[in-house]
């Protein structure tokens, strides 16, 4: 870790408050490490990251966007449980829903690191950059180093409430979440198909008009959409 990022380090147990030091984190490290943006995701399974922190707009949009279309390299760097590094994403095909989608809000490069403890993987600390080239060997170690701060932070959210409940930010993800498990349910029955199906319609929906899967789930559970066969 260079020196200037361990000041940045140190100076966030001044800050006293968990979601503000995760928030502050995702811009500070975006700025020290010449990035556009960054987020912090929790993601309870494979392939459903969430937020609970990001620098600006832009960067949840590439956290939601990967829900959406089920794809990307936050999910990819919580199933492996490694970097995903992708400099160019304007020409890679390896996200055929997530990439252009990204490219055309504005991303160009984006850099995946797993928040994990041991083998336990649960999060994802994600940069973007609105310019491609790669993330050179000295950020990437600062990189590091700041996942494995926002893996502390981010413990230490949960941390700070009574047992048996869930801070703030991570009710709000799993509130989301169970709307889009119900909204599931409710499509299998319509189409008489398994969960993986129901949720691939589902996002498919989402990614046709434009709109966060969260937000379609809920117009399927109050009933105001029906995906009929």
Do not use: K
Request: charged fraction near 20%; include cysteine.
């Amino acid at each position: 870790m260079t020196r200037q990022l361990a000041t940045i380090v140190g100076s966030l147990g001044h800050l006293g408050d968990p979601d503000a030091s995760l928030d502050w984190l995702c811009r500070t490290c975006a700025d020290e490490l010449g990035m556009t943006g960054a987020a912090v995701a929790l993601v309870p399974s494979s392939n459903d990251p969430g937020n609970i922190a990001a620098s600006d707009e832009r960067a949840s949009f590439v956290v939601d966007l990967q829900f959406t279309s089920g794809e990307g390299p936050t999910i990819d760097a919580h199933r492996d449980g490694r970097p995903v590094l992708e400099p160019e994403l304007a020409t890679t095909t390896r996200w055929p829903a997530f990439a252009p989608e990204a490219v055309a809000a504005g991303v160009a490069a984006v850099f995946a690191l797993p928040l994990q403890i041991g083998a336990a993987n649960f999060g994802v600390l994600t940069f973007y950059r609105d310019r491609p080239g790669p993330l050179r060997d000295a950020f990437l170690v600062d990189a590091l180093a700041m996942a494995d701060v926002a893996c502390e932070i981010t413990l230490c959210l949960q941390a700070r409430v009574p047992p048996g409940s869930l801070h703030e930010v991570i009710e709000t993800l799993a509130t989301e979440r169970t709307v889009v498990y119900q909204a599931t349910g409710m499509i299998m029955v319509q189409l008489g198909v398994g969960p993986e199906e129901a949720i691939a319609v589902l996002r498919a929906r989402a990614y046709a008009v434009g709109r966060p899967v969260c937000e379609v789930a809920a117009d399927v559970v109050s009933r105001r959409l029906r995906l009929d066969p």
